[in-house]
């Protein structure tokens, strides 16, 4: 069954750091999605992506964030000047447009 | 404004035991859809199943069924006959609109002792 990836599982960086997260969706599929679960708190909505540009974002993705899909496979959030409080499990999604299938998630601790 | 509330935070049940997760959702809108999601240890979300606001067939998957009610806003998950390995978060998600974003609830923990 296709699912979608992320890479890395684990990422570990100094607060002030870029860092991105990559994400490959079904390759099928036409919606995309950021969502950030803080440790032991709940899923958070970040950003939705359709059609080359951001179609929805939260309170949360402010300037600091962007996404992009720079090759028609891969998904990729980048985190400008990253800060402890960014410290969080990201989650990529995709979908036809229903139901959302999830990554296994990157760890991101920011130190 | 919509809101998704799963008032167990957390349930310790004995293997083989069932189980029902309570999930209660808010919205104004008459097209919607529910979502349950399990997160086991290591993290990873797992689709579970999706319901429209227009089919409250209950559903049953093997040991897993799900409670649609419309009169009380509420859609239940059920496991029967526990197993450790459905020790997990589960979540109860709602979406509204053509984006499909998920509204989350809270979650509950869910812990099935040997």
């Known amino acids: 069954e296709p699912e979608v990836t992320q890479t890395p599982s684990h990422q570990v960086t100094q607060m002030g750091q870029e860092v991105i997260l990559r994400c490959v969706p079904i390759s099928n599929h036409l919606y995309f999605y950021w969502y950030r679960q803080i440790l032991g708190q709940k899923v958070e909505f970040l950003v939705s992506?359709?059609?080359?540009?951001?179609?929805?974002k939260s309170e949360i993705f402010d300037d600091q964030f962007s996404v992009e899909r720079p090759d028609g496979s891969n998904f990729t959030l980048k985190i400008r000047s990253t800060k402890l409080e960014d410290s969080a499990m990201y989650f990529c999604a995709s979908s036809e447009p229903a139901p959302l299938h999830f990554g296994n998630g990157t760890r991101l601790t920011v130190t | 404004a919509q809101k998704v509330t799963q008032a167990q935070t957390e349930i310790s049940v004995v293997e083989k035991e069932d189980v029902t997760l309570d999930c209660v959702y808010e919205?104004?809108?008459?097209?919607?859809?529910l979502f349950w999601y399990k997160q086991p240890p290591s993290g990873e979300l797992v689709f579970l199943i999706r319901?429209?606001?227009?089919d409250e067939q209950n559903e049953i998957s093997g040991r897993y069924s799900w409670n649609f009610q419309k009169s009380t806003s509420s859609f239940n998950f059920t496991i029967t006959a526990s197993q450790v390995v459905d020790s997990a978060v589960y979540f109860c998600a709602l979406s509204l609109d053509s984006n499909y974003q998920l509204i989350w609830g809270a979650g509950t923990k869910l812990i099935i002792k040997p």
């Open positions: 992506f359709y059609n080359n540009e951001i179609s929805e």
């Open positions: 919205t104004r809108d008459t097209t919607y859809y």
């Open positions: 319901r429209n606001s227009f």
